[in-house]
Antibody, heavy 112, light 107 residues
Framework: EVQLVESGGGLVQPGRSMKLSCAASGFTFSNYGMAWVRQAPTKGLEWVAT????????YYRDSVKGRFTISRDNAKSTLYLQMNSLRSEDMATYYC?????WGPGTMVTVSS | DIQMTQSPSSMSASLGDTVTINCLAS??????LSWYQQKPGKSPKLMIY???NLEDGVPSRFSGSRSGSDYSLTINSLGYDDEGIYHCHQYYEYPWTFGGGTKLELK
């Protein structure tokens, strides 16, 4: 059974950094591209970033380019999202996704 | 960016009804469209992928269709478990985009 479990969320001050992790199990992690999608409270879904199966290609939405970095460790079956210079508009639940499978999400609150 | 215009934003229907939710893509996305159902406090659940393909385990009451750049999700024989927010999603090109969501409630 495919399982994705995010962690690392919490309260962070504007301008600070935070790193999210997503532990994957139940499938061969190194065979799949992975993505982060976020959802602000009471808002719609917003794609954040995607990484190819081997990490060689990454894609970002414009509003996070230069601030967020998606990466992966295939040996650990773990996906990451390094978020720097956080803004209030980054506050959301962040989901790790793979081909339609989603984790339960981790909430990021950006507030002073 | 490809805009996904989803309608209606909310709807109310009765048990046993048939409902249709629509998404209009601002440019060609082929069949690179999926539909998700989201319950309060939960992550989205894939219902339809490739515009018309039913995800494993999803009841056959759900179906997806396409007419040009118009995509539809139809739910037959509506049940209480079908309540939630439905999202369309294009994965034809980056940035991936989603529709604004349709909140479906049963009367």
């Amino acid at each position: 059974e495919v399982q994705l479990v995010e962690s690392g969320g919490g309260l962070v001050q504007p301008g600070r950094s935070m790193k999210l992790s997503c532990a994957a199990s139940g499938f061969t992690f190194s065979n799949y591209g992975m993505a982060w999608v976020r959802q602000a409270p009471t808002k719609g879904l917003e794609w954040v970033a995607t990484i190819s199966y081997d990490g060689s290609s990454t894609y970002y939405r414009d509003s996070v380019k230069g601030r967020f970095t998606i990466s992966r460790d295939n040996a650990k079956s773990t996906l990451y999202l390094q978020m720097n210079s956080l803004r209030s508009e980054d506050m959301a639940t962040y989901y790790c996704t793979r081909d339609g499978f989603w984790g339960p999400g981790t909430m990021v609150t950006v507030s002073s | 960016d490809i805009q996904m215009t989803q309608s209606p934003s909310s709807m109310s229907a009765s048990l046993g009804d048939t409902v249709t939710i629509n998404c209009l893509a601002s440019q060609d996305i082929g069949n690179y469209l999926s539909w998700y159902q989201q319950k309060p406090g939960k992550s989205p659940k894939l219902m339809i992928y490739g515009a018309t393909n039913l995800e494993d385990g999803v009841p056959s009451r759900f179906s997806g269709s396409r007419s040009g750049s118009d995509y539809s999700l139809t739910i037959n024989s509506l049940g209480y478990d079908d309540e939630g927010i439905y999202h369309c999603h294009q994965y034809y090109e980056y940035p991936w985009t989603f529709g604004g969501g349709t909140k479906l409630e049963l009367k």
